[in-house]
């Protein structure tokens, strides 16, 4: 009597754990095109993640050796000391100046100076290297974009397929209960879950780290201006 009654006892709190979701039951009893998308997904995110990370140290640095550069720029009375190989290649604000530096040497490097093209030309090649700056570093957000605007279709067409799979079964079993087709359907869910799930932080972060990129851009290209400002001055004096 005794057993019996531990045996009524424990039953409940087995069948109590049974309806947990478990992820990971999930996606081994899903279809092997289902795991397929999800596994894919699940790589996308850390991808995700991974270089949201890392370009967020990455700009962070830059930003922070930017202005430093800048503030020893304007200090300095030897510019184009600071303007050697080693530092171009470290930092983009000093691309941006060599890149005028460069123009102004070669626009008065002959005997006559035509002042208005040398300074236009000094700022083309200022706002050109800003633009290739700009790009070498939004180039690295593309992967974000494309996973926030594909992944939630991805892990679609996951679901689609499972549910797909639910009403073969249906027709397969002769039956339409719960028991047969709510397995299928919950597998078929969990895909587009996980397409929300890495296509969520992938717009959030390319969001937020394009409106970085743009104001890191707005920063050299007035550093810019003030650099222009200096060498037309100069021109003036040639």
Known sequence: ????????LDTPVS???????DPLEL???????????MAGLIVASVAVWAISIAFSLRIGGLEKRAAEYQ?????????????????RRENPAARVAGAGMDEWKRSTSGGSIDRNAARDRIGAAMESQIAEEADEMSGRLGFLAT??????????????????NSFFQIGAQESSSLAVVAPGISEALFATAIGLFA???AVIAYNRFTGRVDRYEAKLQRFADKVHAGLSRELDKA
């Open 1 to 8: 009597m005794i057993a019996a009654t531990q045996v009524a």
């Open 15 to 21: 069948g109590e754990a049974s309806t947990r979701l």
């Open 27 to 37: 996606f081994l009893d899903a279809d092997i095109v289902v795991q397929a998308v």
């Open 71 to 87: 503030d020893e720029f304007w200090d300095t009375r030897d510019r184009e000391g600071m303007l050697t190989k080693s530092v």
């Open 147 to 164: 996973t926030g605007s594909v992944a939630p279709f991805v892990g679609l067409f996951g679901t689609v397929w499972g549910i797909m």
């Open 199 to 201: 296509a969520i932080p």
